[in-house]
DNA sequence: AAGAGAGGCAACCGCAACGAT
DNA sequence: CATCGTTGCGGTTGCCTCTCT
């Protein structure tokens, strides 16, 4: 049907946005919302085309984000979403407070992918490396999935008997841990400067990672986020779910991995959550 | 100290899904 | 029901920073 493209082309700006810019698109949406992305960089003064404002806001300047690395717990919550979602980042991140997908996708394609090959994991079926990956195929489980980081961390399971894979740290071998523990502190590990700043995002005005965007955070709303995961004792890293396969997990049932989560039972304890899962639209 | 290479991250592109008309 | 417009998503790219030589 012939799609237009989302923008004009000409007169639109790209790349890397200024702090300017940023303040613009903030002032504007925090004062009036967005209530189509197409016009707001009309409406804000902004040479973009929507189409960027959004991904900007989204992935960047919305208030309840989180920066810095993301925690053990998260990791292990990515990697046996992932091992049930596939590259479904933006369902994954729906389940990480504070995490886009963008952030998290990046976050396993230079981190947490490398782990996995180190440790002898397919990143990709997530079953050991030198296995024949037949029916390794991440399956669609969405009835099913893990809990989100609050439910999750208050109990891990055990691994069960059969165990699968089990990859036993060896404790003089290289740290296969994915998150060192001096790395886990209440505060995100920014940088130093005026990103630490950023990291509080507490009303900061904080240079982004590549020096030429700054950030304005309008609000402390991350807080509440961040302390759901942050201050969280840094557990012992236990064999992921991926390691004894899907089946098992769906035999035993989340009531008997989690208990006291209610299992899933369908319901998305983050419904309540601000911002709950990122619905923008539900934010304005 | 300088250059090269690698790694990490922000942003873009194109397609799909969804809702409105 | 078909078409169009908008938004969302996932893959990919390019730039910047860091590390190594």
């Known amino acids: 049907m012939g799609r237009q493209p989302c923008c004009d082309k000409v007169g639109v700006k790209k790349g890397p946005w200024t702090a300017e810019e940023d303040q613009k698109l903030v002032g504007f949406l925090l004062t009036h919302g967005h209530c189509c992305w197409r016009v707001v960089p009309k409406l804000a003064g902004l040479l973009r085309c929507g189409k960027s404002c959004r991904?900007?806001?989204?992935?960047?300047?919305?208030?309840?984000?989180?920066?810095?690395?993301?925690?053990?717990?998260?990791?292990?919550?990515?990697?046996?979403?992932?091992?049930?979602?596939?590259?479904?980042?933006?369902?994954?991140?729906?389940?990480?407070?504070?995490?886009?997908?963008?952030?998290?996708?990046?976050?396993?394609?230079?981190?947490?992918?490398?782990?996995?090959?180190?440790?002898?994991?397919?990143?990709?079926?997530?079953?050991?490396?030198?296995?024949?990956?037949?029916?390794?195929?991440?399956?669609?489980?969405?009835?099913?999935?893990?809990?989100?980081?609050?439910?999750?961390?208050q109990q891990r399971h055990q691994p069960p008997s059969?165990?699968?894979?089990?990859?036993?740290?060896?404790?003089?071998?290289?740290?296969?841990?994915?998150?060192?523990?001096?790395?886990?502190?209440?505060?995100?590990?920014?940088?130093?400067?005026?990103?630490?700043?950023?990291?509080?995002?507490?009303?900061?005005?904080?240079?982004?990672?590549?020096?030429s965007a700054s950030v304005v955070s309008p609000s402390c709303s991350s807080s509440a986020s961040a302390s759901a995961v942050s201050g969280v004792e840094a557990t012992e890293w236990p064999e992921p779910l991926y390691l004894f396969g899907m089946d098992g997990i769906m035999d035993a049932?989340?009531?008997?991995?989690?208990?006291g989560t209610g299992g899933m039972g369908g319901v998305d304890p983050f419904d309540g959550y601000p911002g709950g899962g990122f619905d923008q639209d539900g934010w304005m």
Request: charged share 25%; net charge negative; proline share 11%.
């Open 55 to 153: 991904l900007r806001w989204t992935n960047y300047l919305r208030p309840d984000l989180k920066r810095g690395l993301l925690s053990d717990d998260e990791e292990r919550l990515v990697i046996d979403l992932h091992a049930q979602l596939g590259n479904r980042w933006s369902k994954i991140a729906a389940r990480l407070p504070g995490r886009t997908d963008n952030e998290i996708k990046n976050h396993w394609n230079t981190h947490i992918r490398k782990k996995l090959v180190r440790m002898g994991i397919d990143p990709v079926t997530h079953l050991p490396l030198q296995e024949p990956p037949a029916a390794a195929a991440p399956q669609e489980q969405e009835d099913h999935l893990p809990p989100p980081l609050p439910q999750q961390q």
């Open 162 to 211: 059969d165990g699968g894979l089990v990859l036993q740290e060896d404790a003089g071998e290289e740290d296969l841990s994915l998150i060192q523990p001096h790395e886990i502190t209440t505060a995100p590990p920014a940088p130093p400067t005026a990103a630490a700043a950023a990291a509080s995002n507490c009303g900061s005005v904080s240079s982004a990672s590549g020096g």
């Open 253 to 259: 049932g989340w009531d008997d991995l989690f208990p």
